[in-house]
Nanobody, 121 residues
Framework: QVQLVESGGGLVQAGGSLRLSCAAS????????MNWYRQAPGKQRELVAG???????NYADSVKGRFTISRDNAKNTVYLQMNILKPEDTAVYYC???????????????WGQGTQVTVSS
């Protein structure tokens, strides 16, 4: 069994900062891409940021210059530092990771349970 557990969400005023963490645990042989998605009420889930095992990074245009994704491969953990938060950043944030549970099998997508981020104006 593989679990992704997120932490760090909460309520913050506009202009403030939050740091999300997501730790993967369980039967893990290797992790490739680790990503953060978000879903606001009434909207589709969207990719916020992603990072490969080698450190290649991409961001949604809406968060470039404000959010920073990073990962600690030794801890199977991905982080999202969110600065200069705006009310439109309000959403449930989900961690996603492509995980190989043993050598030779395909990488499979796993999701965390989500953590609420609310930015007040």
């Amino acid at each position: 069994q593989v679990q992704l557990v997120e932490s760090g969400g909460g309520l913050v005023q506009a202009g403030g900062s939050l740091r999300l963490s997501c730790a993967a645990s369980g039967s893990i042989f290797s992790i490739n891409g680790m990503n953060w998605y978000r879903q606001a009420p009434g909207k589709q889930r969207e990719l916020v940021a992603g990072i490969t095992r080698g450190g290649s990074i991409n961001y949604a245009d809406s968060v470039k210059g404000r959010f920073t994704i990073s990962r600690d491969n030794a801890k199977n953990t991905v982080y999202l530092q969110m600065n200069i938060l705006k009310p439109e950043d309000t959403a449930v944030y989900y961690c996603n990771a492509w995980i190989q549970v043993r050598y030779g099998v395909a990488f499979t997508s796993y999701w965390g349970q989500g953590t609420q981020v609310t930015v007040s104006s």
